[in-house]
Structures are given as C-alpha cells and as structure tokens.
C-alpha cells in the first residue's frame, strides 16, 4: 500500500501531481494531510485545489486546535517549584537575559501521529500489514531524510531519487501550467524566517493577529498559573525575544537570520 505523507507545500504537492502524471510510480493508493486547525488560509485553499486533480483520495487528519492547545500550558512541579511546558518550540528570555528554547511537541502529537493512526486504520480496512509512505523532501534538504520509527511503515523520497531539488519542482510546476503552491507552516509556527513574518502581517493581517494573540496568551496564562518556563523566561515566537507586534521583519532578513522552514512541510514537519 502507497500513501503520501502530504504537507501540501511545494515539494509533496509536486511529488502528487507527478504521480497523478504517471511519472512516478506506483500509482499512490492515497494522500494524507494532517491538519494543526491553524495552516494559512492559502494552505488550505490549495489543498482545495490540489484534491481536485489528483486520481486518488486526500484524506485530512486532526487531533485538534493546535492554537487554542498550546496555549493551554501544562503545569508540572520539579524540586518543589512549577514549572510549564508547551507545545510548540517557543522562545524565552530570563530576567538575567539568559535565552533558551523550549521542547517541540507539536509535530509528534498533531503531524506524526495522525497520520500514523489514518495510516494504520487504511491498512487494516485493505487487509495489508505494511506500507510505503512517500515523504516530499527534495535533494536540497536531503538531511530532513528519517526512516520510519515503525515496522509497519517504510519511508520512501521519491524527490531525492529523482534528483530534483525545491526548485526543479518549482520548473515542473510551471512546465505542466500549474498555480505555484504556497509554503506551508503553522501561522504561529516559531520557525518561521522574517520573509515568512513580514507575508504574513502584510498579506494575513487576520492571521497575523491570531499570531500575535497566541504569545500573549500563552504569556498570560504563564502569569495566572505562577509558574516559569523550564528556561525562566517570558515567551515569544519570534527568535529575537520581543512581541511579534513591535517587530520590522523587513529589515531583521538582511540581518541573515536563518529559516529552519525555507523548506516546505512534507506532511510531518521534517520527522
């Protein structure tokens, strides 16, 4: 059984479309999406699109609201004192400005294991007991290449084996006359560069602003729970450690702060 692990960016989208061409083969039994309830609207919008011409079902996944889950903080005691955790990978800055990061959590609970779990339930319904899982990472992030952390499942980069980098999928694309997908990350997603910031607040106000809302909550809740981050520190989403709202992202990219998430989204956030 052959299912795509589609995280609807630039290089999985490609990896569908060619298939759907018969340039890669076999053809896919299906495609998983799984869905954080917080992608761009231009995500989803494509992901509409991208259904609509492809030979194969998309099946979306959930766990739930990833935005109104992190900014629910576990609460945990450590050597008398509490402490919180979230589930994204925010940034702190301590009183001593000190600056630390804390863990991830989000790709495990609402990428992996939802579409493990539609993985596992698809496999069952069509009495097989293994599958490939085709996973959209091109030769330029060939290091985001994981196997499977299950024996059911093999994963397979039929990107890397073609030799296509981000932008051969980006000539494909354009070769076939099709739309050029959107980057796909959370909107509050702390890895965010500032050219993805700056899209954002300029083209999303609306999703910007949830953005915005998220750090402060997350900050207020922190507050109301007397509790401090594993680091001690107030939270941020953006790596410079200040609110996302008195931020010029124009200028900070000529600074050369690094995106982790140049590279799309394959479906389970480089796992």
Request: include cysteine; hydrophobic fraction near 35%.
């Amino acid at each position: 059984m052959n299912i795509i692990s589609l995280g609807a960016g630039v290089q999985s989208s490609t990896m569908a479309l060619m298939a759907a061409h018969g340039e890669i083969t076999p053809m896919p039994d299906c495609a998983i999406f799984a869905d954080t309830q917080n992608e761009p609207k231009k995500v989803i919008n494509w992901l509409d699109w991208l259904e609509k011409q492809l030979p194969f079902p998309v099946y979306r996944v959930t766990k739930g609201n990833l935005y109104l889950d992190s900014i629910k903080l576990s609460k945990f005691k450590e050597s008398g004192e509490t402490y919180v955790k979230g589930l994204i990978p925010f940034y702190t800055l301590s009183n001593d400005g000190k600056r630390g990061m804390s863990s991830r959590r989000c790709t495990a609970d609402y990428k992996i294991a939802p579409l493990a779990r539609r993985q596992r339930e698809l496999m069952v319904k069509a009495g097989k007991k293994e599958c490939t899982v085709w996973i959209g990472i091109s030769t330029d992030e060939a290091s985001r290449m994981k196997p499977s952390r299950v024996k059911y499942a093999k994963h397979i980069w039929p990107l890397i084996d073609l030799n296509m980098s981000r932008y051969h999928c980006l000539e494909w694309m354009k070769k076939h006359n099709y739309p050029t997908p959107p980057k796909s990350a959370c909107i509050f997603c702390p890895f965010h560069n500032d050219e993805q910031w700056n899209d954002l607040k300029e083209n999303s106000p609306d999703e910007f602003k949830d953005a915005v809302n998220a750090e402060l909550e997350m900050n207020a809740m922190l507050l109301q729970q007397n509790a401090t981050t594993p680091m001690r520190g107030t939270i941020y989403l953006h790596k410079s450690c200040k609110p996302l709202d008195t931020i010029d992202f124009r200028s900070a990219e000529d600074a050369g702060q690094i995106s982790m998430f140049d590279n799309e989204c394959e479906g389970m956030c480089g796992v």
